[in-house]
């Protein structure tokens, strides 16, 4: 199909769904019956797939706060600590409360968010490699979660499978050890069943930061930029998906930086900065002006060597990156995100840059960085090969647009194995773009290697060898990976803009 007629075909799809849900009105108070009115297999299969998806059920367009309800400018806040109770060495144990937590935004703003321990971004939780764990989660929201400790490479029964919810009012506790050798930058957020858009927009998301207690970066300061999106109402409150986020990955109105609007953020000095797109479907492509940035490390941990950046920095939903910026010059300069146009669907207007911060730079004296981070594993030929394809199907039974995204032509069944993989077993998986959208890739259990990129006929190799659990594919893109899976059980793998994720453009895999 032709992009025009794509585009006009959703185009009719909204403007058609709009006007059934006028009728369904009448009758009906939500979407759920609506799709069953107008026979959708889904429904008579009695799966219920929608049925928890909170929805806006009204589709005209919500009104929204200006942006400039939100102070900005303040200085940038520096993430809190989720507390050790474990006063044993190489032990780390603590509690995690998710509640709905009132925020005043600004003494006459207050917001409900859902947080973890009244807090978003969540606390942060820092640990070293080797080090136990032990977390018990109690769920005092009115829906069930799970915590997904993504990017560790951690027990499949530990990890917050849609499988393992903890049910409203109930408790778990998680107990992992962190393996040696994966220092890192990893975040936590939940991932249970058709309710994780809406519990990440809502505010449940935190940081995990695991040390090497031989970091080559060690003496160089350190900060957190942890980004997020927030989607707030004129009345100050979170809102609901449209359809539009549904079908596109939800973006608000405010891009925070550890839940700070447009922060200041000071650089004195060449400073490492860990950085975590956490945001549901919004793409950040970093410009951080007038200082030399290196990439040192990404999802998984430290690069094999430092890389100077040459361009800015494509973080996609749940990529995460670190970076030691060396000021080149004294003075203000915007910290922006430069417009990438990921072919969204729909009317949407085109990307714009957008402003993120500020950054107050005091130039320095640039610090010589190791030749040498980290000792990558060499991962030898593949034994087994797998292909994803992903794909965008129009259907107008579907809620959200009429959209269904698909990997292998089917959505997440939670009781389907779609994969398995022999426990060790290094593979090459192949996974195709096929669709007129970005996408990314997200996988837990591992840390892969992207091998080769191709598009448009035309093969490339990364600029730069990395451990990765996330990587962007652009439309009609291939890419392999290489990828051991060294725990058994079960493991998901889907598109990490959050809402195709909730839409089911997830797939599982079984490791024996
Ligand atoms: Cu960050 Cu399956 O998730
Ligand atoms: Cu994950
Ligand atoms: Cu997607």
Redesign the pocket.
Known sequence: MKRRNFLMNITAAIGGLVATKAIAKIDHNNMHNMVCDINSDECQKGDGTHQHMNMNNNQMPQKLLPTSALPQGMDLPTLTNLKNDSNQKGFFEATLYLKPTKIALTPNLITEFWTYNGMTPGPKIEVFEEDHVKITVKNELTQPTTV?W??LLIPSDQDGNPQNEIPAGGSRTYEFTIPKGSAGTYWYHP?GHNTVAEQVYRGLAGTFIVRSKHDPLTPIPEQNWFFSDLKLTDKGQIADNSMVDWMNGREGQFVLINGSYRPKIKIGSATRIRVWNACSGRYLNLSIPNCDVYLVGTDGGLLAKPYLLTKPLLLTP?ERAELVIMPKQTGTVYLQSIGYDRNKMGNVPPEQDIILGELVLTKSDPITLPNTLNQLPNMGPAVAHKLLEYTEVMDMKQPHGGMLFLINGKRHDMSRIDLKSKIHDIEEWTIFNNSHMDHNF?I?GAQFIVQTHELNGKKTQPDYIALK?TINLRPHEKLTIKIQQNLPGLR?YHCHIIEHETLGMMGQLMVE
Do not use: P, Q, S
């Open positions: 997904h993504h990017g991932h749940a997200h837990h659990d998901m």
